[in-house]
């Protein structure tokens, strides 16, 4: 299986704060990659897909960029409600694979 | 709107078997894939397998085959996943999830039940 490691695990940021969160495959996986946020007892919500295209009505300030093995999501400018858990996923072969995920934080 | 609603909370003994259900309604159903995911408590989130009604060829992650079964009733607009010899460490949250393209497993799912939480205790 495709191993999926992104940096760092957490992280605290405050407020209009510039947040950017890595992600990196074991092997290239070509732009196969997507974003999800999830928040506490909620299911994951999709952000990108294809590594860079944002999902339909996910705001502009969620950016995602990279291919083959290391991948970026940016968020421009932190807002409250974007305190939550980020996951990668890459679906280039099977079984599609999660990152570990990234718990963003309040400062 | 697409809208999936699964069923209810489960508790199971070691051994036995759990099915979930996850009825869409709002929009179509059979030429989109739909998506298992598990999250244990705590952890982080992990496939499990998937289907598009339409073509009635499920796909398992490898370390679940032979104990999952992925099925969808296009009738009904319902998928089914069947977990059996359940053990404590199925113990997690189950999410369906439907993906955003039509007749391909793009995993862009843009559409997400509740979630079941099944536990698995003696």
């Known amino acids: 299986d495709i191993q999926m490691t992104q940096s760092p695990s957490s992280l605290s940021a405050s407020v209009g704060d510039r947040v950017t969160i890595t992600c990196r495959a074991s092997q290239g996986i070509g732009n196969f990659l997507g974003w999800f946020q999830q928040k506490p007892d909620k299911a994951p919500r999709s952000l990108i897909y294809d590594a860079s295209s944002l999902q339909s009505g996910v705001p502009s300030r969620f950016s995602g960029s990279g291919s083959g093995t290391e991948f970026t999501l940016t968020i421009s400018s932190l807002e409250p409600e974007d305190f939550a858990t980020y996951y990668c996923?890459?679906?280039?072969?099977?079984?599609?694979?999660f990152g570990q995920g990234t718990k963003v934080e309040i400062k | 709107q697409v809208q999936l609603v699964q069923s209810g909370a489960e508790v199971k003994k070691p051994g036995s078997s759990v099915k979930v259900s996850c009825k869409a309604s709002g929009g179509p159903f059979s030429s989109y894939a739909m998506s298992w995911v598990r999250q244990a408590p705590g952890q982080g989130l992990e496939w499990i397998g998937g289907?598009?009604?339409?073509?009635?060829?499920?796909r398992y992650a490898q370390k679940f085959q032979g104990r999952l079964t992925i099925t969808a009733d296009e009738s009904t607009s319902t998928a089914y996943m069947e977990l059996r010899s359940l053990r404590s460490e199925d113990t997690a949250v189950y999410y369906c999830?439907?993906?955003?393209?039509?007749?391909?497993?793009?995993?862009?799912?843009?559409?997400w039940g509740q979630g079941t939480t099944v536990t698995v205790s003696s």
């Open positions: 289907i598009i009604p339409i073509f009635h060829k499920p």
């Open positions: 999830a439907r993906d955003r393209d039509s007749l391909v497993h793009h995993f862009a799912m843009d559409v």
């Open positions: 996923l890459q679906h280039d072969s099977y079984p599609p694979t």
